[in-house]
């Protein structure tokens, strides 16, 4: 036992792979054609009627139709039918646009609340009741009152960002140890100054990790909201390919779903490792 | 009627020719006519630039004698390509035939990916909203609920709705009451009763209690049409069964998940489930009342009466779209047209199967039916006054309804003979008809009474 540990864990995840696509393989594969049908009727049915074919893709249909989607990602067939890299590029546009007016609400209010003992306890009920709401439920009212429902879909990631970012900075900023406010207070540190070079560099950890907990809510919700409001991104691809009943584009789009949340979390964790600091 | 008579013909007056003049001997006139009964939809616009070319030369020599002069000399072919290269005939009878400058060219129409948007999303890949000026974005959208929303929001200006909605949302039913117009029914059948093929025995719907069925929307002909069905059969749709608003797309994967039992859908959802294996047509709508109207192209109020032309130049497209899809002929065209991802996303066969009316049935039989799906943009205001009776029946609307005027207001049957006529088609006489569903027959003048003979209703 030589080995690394990431090497021995690397071939781990690679042995649960291979197994999980095998089980995979082997329970879609079965197709026993149904006998004695007739071949006019036949031709009017779909595989799964006919040859008795599981609806469910094996690991090689969605392998297959992976490649044809990922060879020309950026295609435009018309309004309704637009390549995956092009819908992927509006769902996250739209997350970026709500969270970063998640972050210039966040940011600001979550210092103000963790600085004043009053304010925090004047917020705090509203913040209590409106945490716990399911982005979701904002939606009809959103779409009633913003009367658009692009502007509703960022609204609602607005909507569900905003909360972790709050509490975790309120959270942080009161989290500042005494000594160092006490420091700053001995050497007479302005008020502005002090919240920028003494409070934000400590709180910032706290911060940066309710800003991760906020994407990988965002990037859940969107998906939702876009099944939801159609048109365009990932959320539309999914709903579009279920209304066809192609359960392969599906498993893509989940896939993808994955892949992209996976990328977004780790810009957000460098950046964390980026700002934490050892006490 | 000089207007319409051909200012090229050196002849005018020529009384040795024909009745109309236009032609050198009444067998020739005879032969014209006879050709001319043949090809009536082509007609409309050669008509228009006559029309035009004719005002034209007629501004150009105003005296009769010098034009007739002029052509005998130079002849009328050599004449009409002579005035055109100073004056852009084409432009002049494209002008005409608009009516007036669009208000707004862009336009976006919302569609439910159903074969009832047939008219409206055909339109598109096949040019007919082009042919009007239009620059129309079809917009395919999620659910009933959000097409309504986004209409509401004016989003889009116009859109693809359930053709009792309208309706709903002119009275008030499950939304603020805003005016909204109807200007042209999209379907009539095309609708069926399709069940999971577990129940293929029980083909008696007295056997269904309990059984869950899935409709696409609350106001829908779907609901009406599958609550009259069972009521006509003893089964009380809301005591002995439950019937759920489930989007069509969702329908064929719940039959699969055996969250429900059956349900009255749309197509393609009912021939996608044979497609799949999942369920089986146990009959179509058009065996309960044939003619049934399902849905329709809707716009506001507000968009008819603040831009008339485009307003006019969409629902013209509208109208030569349903005219060109009734067509028997042309359905396998259109079948492969609107099948592609970007409008209804489904295996051609499928769209094909509905739309040709040739079609496997689930269980083991192949069905001709011509008329499984038809086309007819008329908006029958007996037809509003029906799907009024049925929402009073179930208690979706409450008091005393003024069943004609509501028709009347929503339904715009006389703006829409105007533009079927222009369109070289035959609108009917009459806007209210009387028809019968399931040998029941219906007087649209007495709704109220028909209201009251129902055994099965609330309120």
Redesign the interface.
Known sequence: MTTSLPFRAGLLSLVILAIFLGAWHIATAGSTPIAN??P??A????Q???QGKS?MPGPLDVGRALWTHLRDPFYD?????KGIGVQIAWSVARVAAGYGLAILVALPLGFVIGMSALISRALDPFIQIMKPISPLAWMPLA??TI???GLSAIFVIFICSLWPMLINTAFGVASVRREWLNVARTLEVGPLRKAFTVILPAAAPTILTGMRISIGIAWLVIVAAE?????TGIGYFV???????SITNVIIAILVIGVVGMALDLVLSRLTRLVSYPE | MSMFRNPFSPSRLNRSGCACGQHASLEEHNRFAAEAVDTPAASSDDQISQIVQSAVMRALFPHDESRRLFLKTVGASTALAAISQFFPLATASDVFAQGGPLEKKDLKVGFIPITCATPIIMAHPMGFYEKQGLNVEVVKTAGWAVIRDKTINKEYDAAHMLSPMPLALTVGAGSNPIPYTMPAVENINGQAITLAVKHKDKRDPKSWKGFKFAVPFDYSMHNYLLRYYLAEHGIDPDADVQIRSVPPPEMVANLRADNIDGFLAPDPVNQRAVYDGVGFIHILSKEIWDGHPCCAFAASREFVTTMPNTYKALLKSIIEATAFAQKHENRKQIAEAIAPANYLNQPVTVVEQVLTGTFADGLGAIRKVPDRIAFDPFPWESFAVWILTQMKRWGQIKGDVDYASIARQVFLATETSAVMKEAGLTPPASSTKGFSVMGKPFDPSKPAEYVASFAIRRG
């Open positions: 049908i007739d006019e009727y031709k009017l049915l779909g799964t009627a006919t609806a067939r018309g309004t309704n039918d779409l009633y009367k658009d429902s099944m939801l409001v159609g048109g709903w579009n390919e279920w209304n066809n009943l």
